[in-house]
T-cell receptor
Framework: GQNIDQPTEMTATEGAIVQINCTYQ??????LFWYQQHAGEAPTFLSY????GLEEKGRFSSFLSRSKGYSYLLLKELQMKDSASYLC???????????FGQGTELSVKP | ETGVTQTPRHLVMGMTNKKSLKCEQH?????MYWYKQSAKKPLELMFV???????ENNSVPSRFSPECPNSSHLFLHLHTLQPEDSALYLC?????????????FGPGTRLLVL
């Protein structure tokens, strides 16, 4: 079956670095997305990885290893506004059907 | 603002009511989606429309009935819902259906079924 695992909650300190892991087991793979969702708001796109390796975009980076079924989202120089839920989602076929993990609730403390 | 709007933002309904959720995208996209987000559970895909044709129905009960009159609008008609249907209902759109295409989400409708 399909399975996407992320930690439920994480806490980090302002200015620090945090890594949010995502492991997946899906029947197909056509890329992995990370979304950020603040409480009461829409999920917003952060990154997309389809090839192995690290994609860097400002303070956020995302890594993918297809052979290990593993991805992580790295957030540097944490700010209070980074407190949100981070959703990992896998596209497992040729269309737009995404399978989501349950999300990681990140709390950034002063 | 992501370019996707949803109304109403909050809805309380009884199990015998009929209501509709509305989604509108201002991005010129060709694909639209309905998702359900329950507390402590992953986002669940419900329906996918591409060029106004339904291309995915993810084993959703018939008490949820989608409608896509044009590529900018998507509705979710609700009737005889159950309390366990209480959740956040999110609409999303994408340019097409290629695997790499980003889905843009609306803010959702928070539904409570009494």
């Amino acid at each position: 079956g399909q399975n996407i695992d992320q930690p439920t909650e994480m806490t980090a300190t302002e200015g620090a670095i945090v890594q949010i892991n995502c492991t997946y087991q899906t029947s197909g793979f056509n890329g992995l997305f990370w979304y950020q969702q603040h409480a009461g708001e829409a999920p917003t796109f952060l990154s997309y990885n389809v090839l192995d390796g690290l994609e860097e975009k400002g303070r956020f980076s995302s890594f993918l290893s297809r052979s290990k079924g593993y991805s992580y989202l790295l957030l540097k120089e944490l700010q209070m506004k980074d407190s949100a839920s981070y959703l990992c989602a896998v596209n497992q076929n040729q269309g737009g059907k995404l399978i989501f993990g349950q999300g990681t609730e990140l709390s950034v403390k002063p | 603002e992501t370019g996707v709007t949803q109304t109403p933002r909050h809805l309380v309904m009884g199990m015998t009511n009929k209501k509709s959720l509305k989604c509108e995208q201002h991005l010129g996209h060709n694909a639209m989606y309905w998702y359900k987000q329950s507390a402590k559970k992953p986002l669940e895909l419900m329906f996918v429309y591409s060029l106004e044709e339904r291309v995915e129905n993810n084993s959703v009960p018939s008490r949820f009935s989608p409608e896509c009159p044009n590529s900018s609008h998507l509705f979710l008609h609700l009737h005889t819902l159950q309390p366990e249907d209480s959740a956040l209902y999110l609409c999303a759109s994408s340019q097409g259906q290629l695997p790499s295409e980003t889905q843009y989400f609306g803010p959702g409708t928070r539904l409570l079924v009494l």
